[in-house]
């Protein structure tokens, strides 16, 4: 298995962000909001990692939405 980004990976990552930035708020305070390590979030935003099912659900609360909508990709 190699350890590329996937397009699901960098779609997420890119969701997170756009969602983040919308929201006016930085990886730091998301992180604080979604009681993960503020470099777990700017991994993930740039499809270094791949989250947890639960962590991207701690990810979405902190958001105000629901967990699926980070998987709503805008072609």
């Not at 930085?26 to 099912?53: C, Y």
């Amino acid at each position: 298995m190699n350890n590329k980004p996937t397009n699901v990976t960098k779609e997420f990552g890119l969701k997170v962000k756009l969602e983040r930035v919308k929201r006016n708020i930085s990886q730091e305070k998301l992180a604080e909001l979604a009681d993960v390590n503020r470099g777990t979030i700017s991994t993930i935003e740039r499809a270094l990692s791949i989250p947890s099912i639960e962590t991207a659900a701690c990810i979405a609360n902190a958001l105000g939405i629901e967990l699926y909508k980070l998987f709503i990709f805008e072609d």
